[in-house]
């Protein structure tokens, strides 16, 4: 099955600096490449994502990256502020037209200082 | 538009004792729906989904079960709940029909159970 490994753990920056967060994969058959942010007590929340036909995608501050050959992707966050503090998860999945199963990796926790 | 609900959003049990969490979609028909749990500073481990009514896929074997009754209903169960049951159980769902079919997935608020 996929294996999703997601590196750091923390993350600590000073508001207004960039942050970035990389993940690899190991089932070259994934196609979906989602992130989610997770703020304390609260439900994961879809904030950006990349199919496995594109290699870049931005959302004002955010943007992900896609590296297929090498199995990585990455997100960007850029002139960060202190509510993107939370934890932040990568997932990859393969979608088909009836089923669509995520692998999580194990989460970042960005604390954006002042 | 469509939503999530999850239900109770907090719960404390005794082991040994029963388990039904509730999730219900709002604004979507023929959704597939999943279960997943998250231990304490942990990621998100799928434990079931379905793709339809009485259709249930279980990725982990384990002490738990789920059923779909209705079509945007999803409920998880428990005969008799262990200590290692205690967690974050989430559920989601993502559309596949029409102008909505789509790969993302959508969580719901979440139930936070607790195994005394």
């Known amino acids: 099955g996929e294996n999703v490994e997601q590196h750091p753990s923390t993350l600590s920056v000073q508001e207004g600096d960039s942050a970035v967060i990389k993940c690899t994969y190991s089932?070259?058959?994934?196609?979906?490449f989602p992130w989610y942010k997770q703020e304390l007590g609260k439900g994961p929340q879809l904030i950006i994502d990349?199919?496995?036909?594109?290699g870049e995608k931005k959302d004002q501050r955010i943007a992900v990256t896609l590296n297929k050959t090498a199995k990585h992707f990455s997100l960007h966050i850029t002139e960060t502020q202190p509510e993107d503090s939370a934890v932040y998860f990568c997932?990859?999945?393969?979608?088909?037209?009836?089923?669509?199963?995520?692998?999580f990796g194990t989460g970042t926790r960005l604390q954006v200082t002042l | 538009s469509q939503t999530i609900h999850q239900w109770p959003a907090t719960l404390v049990q005794p082991v040994g004792s029963p388990l039904s969490l509730e999730c219900t979609v709002e604004?979507?028909?023929?959704?597939?729906l999943y279960w997943y749990r998250q231990a304490a500073g942990r990621g998100l481990q799928l434990l079931f989904y379905?793709?339809?009514?009485?259709?249930i896929s279980s990725e982990v074997p384990q002490n738990l079960s789920a059923s779909r009754p209705q079509d945007r209903q999803f409920i998880l169960s428990s005969k008799k709940l262990l200590l290692s049951d205690s967690g974050f159980y989430l559920c989601a769902w993502r559309a596949t029909r029409g102008a909505l079919s789509s790969y993302e997935q959508y969580f719901g608020p979440g139930t936070r159970l607790t195994v005394t």
């Open positions: 089932d070259s058959a994934s196609n979906y």
């Open positions: 997932a990859a999945g393969l979608n088909t037209g009836t089923a669509s199963k995520l692998t």
């Open positions: 990349i199919r496995s036909n594109v």
């Open positions: 604004g979507t028909s023929n959704p597939n």
């Open positions: 379905s793709v339809g009514i009485g259709q």
